[in-house]
T-cell receptor
Framework: GESVGLHLPTLSVQEGDNSIINCAYS??????FIWYKQESGKGPQFIID?????DKRQGQRVTVLLNKTVKHLSLQIAATQPGDSAVYFC??????????FGTGTSLTVIP | KAGVTQTPRYLIKTRGQQVTLSCSPI?????VSWYQQTPGQGLQFLFE???????NKGNFPGRFSGRQFSNSRSEMNVSTLELGDSALYLC?????????????FGQGTRLTVV
């Protein structure tokens, strides 16, 4: 099966600081990636996506960086807020409509 | 526009029983995928349905099955439940927007097998 892994299972940041969550993927054929945020008791919520023909995409306070050479994906959250505390998953789509998810990184924002 | 609705939210079953979970996708979405989420395992893909046909399947035993109806609603069935089947079962509906596929998840059904 596919392998999507995260470098750090937990991350704690001070409110107002920037957060960086990393993800490694294994399938070089993957051409579409999504970051999801999952709060306790809720389903994963779409944050931002990126296609393999891009190396950077920005949203509101979030930026996704894709390095295809080393098969690495990162999510940057600017000015992290307490409401950003959640588990973050990266997902890759190598073929069809099937996503492969990493195990997740738990982000804790310290007020 | 209503989101993805999963019912029931919580379920407790006994080993050996069978269970059926339901998912109503976002209106207009024809693709429905099911995932199993357990602590430390992330989301494991079960299967995907599109236009009432199973289009993709993950590496789960045959005890896990599903179907999709003409209105795109989907059901997932697990027979002969085992303790290890305790998990959060998530349904995602998706629609292709150009080259991208945005998948939207429901709240999930928390299944506990005792």
């Amino acid at each position: 099966g596919e392998s999507v892994g995260l470098h750090l299972p937990t991350l704690s940041v001070q409110e107002g600081d920037n957060s960086i969550i990393n993800c490694a993927y294994s399938n070089s054929a993957s051409d579409y990636f999504i970051w999801y945020k999952q709060e306790s008791g809720k389903g994963p919520q779409f944050i931002i996506d990126i296609r393999s023909n891009m190396d950077k995409r920005q949203g509101q306070r979030v930026t996704v960086l894709l390095n295809k050479t080393v098969k690495h994906l990162s999510l940057q959250i600017a000015a992290t807020q307490p409401g950003d505390s959640a588990v973050y998953f990266c997902a890759e789509m190598p073929t069809g409509n099937q996503f492969y998810f990493g195990t997740g990184t738990s982000l804790t924002v310290i007020p | 526009k209503a989101g993805v609705t999963q019912t029931p939210r919580y379920l407790i079953k006994t080993r050996g029983q069978q269970v059926t979970l339901s998912c109503s996708p976002i209106s207009g979405h024809r693709s429905v995928s099911w995932y199993q989420q357990t602590p430390g395992q992330g989301l494991q893909f079960l299967f995907e349905y599109f236009s009432e046909t199973q289009r993709n399947k993950g590496n789960f035993p045959g005890r896990f099955s599903g179907r999709q109806f003409s209105n795109s609603r989907s059901e997932m069935n697990v027979s002969t439940l085992e303790l290890g089947d305790s998990a959060l079962y998530l349904c995602a509906s998706s629609i292709r927007q150009g080259l991208n596929t945005e998948a939207f998840f429901g709240q999930g059904t928390r299944l506990t097998v005792v």
